[in-house]
Antibody, heavy 115, light 109 residues
């Protein structure tokens, strides 16, 4: 079955760049779908960060657009998130996801922004 | 930007009760509305897509309805395993973008 697995640093210093990668198994990214990132601050709701198509076209939440870069590596069947100039407000569980109507989610990875 | 207003923010009900959650969009979104269930410490799970379609493997006690700006999510007979937070999600396809409602935390009375 299709599985998504997030990986990356769990602790990031303020003003630095958060970097996460999602590895997809059981499905080829090149076959279609948008692939995205969603986050959830502690005790709060869900926020879409952005999505990428296998062609490399990207779409971002306007509120984060200036700080976000999402890219795809079809050869590795992975897509990645970079969020720059992080602050404590970026502390959250970060999920990678398949689709706009998200039918497959990663388990999530906790990222804490702290010095 | 389209705003989603989900209500109530929390709800307490008894096993067997009929439970209803609503989501209102700030403008017409046709049927571009999904519902998710999230249990503590877990990723969300898609329950209803395109306002009224049951996702694969989802029990039939879950249903959704509505179009335009007003949407309803219903659990026909609440089960103990339905304790979770429920989110609506509006989406656009061109270009792709989406927004979640604030969530409804459902508890057993």
């Amino acid at each position: 079955q299709v599985q998504l697995q997030e990986s990356g640093a769990g602790l990031v210093k303020p003003s630095e760049t958060l970097s996460l990668t999602c590895t997809v198994s059981g499905f080829s990214i090149s076959s279609g779908y948008y692939w995205g990132w969603i986050r959830q601050p502690p005790g709060k709701g869900l926020e879409w960060i952005g999505s990428v198509y296998h062609s490399g076209s990207t779409y971002y939440n306007p509120s984060l657009k200036s700080r976000v870069t999402i890219s795809v590596d079809t050869s590795k069947n992975q897509f990645s998130l970079k969020l720059s100039s992080v602050t404590a407000a970026d502390t959250a569980v970060y999920y990678c996801a398949r689709g706009i109507s998200v039918d497959v989610w990663g388990k999530g990875t906790t990222v804490t922004v702290s010095s | 930007d389209i705003q989603m207003t989900q209500s109530p923010s929390s709800l307490s009900a008894s096993v067997g009760d009929r439970v209803t959650i609503t989501c209102q969009a700030s403008q017409d979104i046709s049927n571009y509305l999904n519902w998710y269930q999230q249990k503590p410490g877990k990723a969300p799970r898609l329950l209803i897509y395109d306002a009224s379609n049951l996702a694969t493997g989802v029990p039939s006690r879950f249903s959704g309805s509505g179009s335009g700006t007003d949407f309803t999510f219903t659990i026909s007979s609440l089960q103990p395993e339905d304790i979770a937070t429920y989110y609506c999600q509006q989406y656009d396809n061109l270009p792709p973008a989406y927004t979640f409602g604030q969530g409804t935390k459902l508890e057993i009375k």
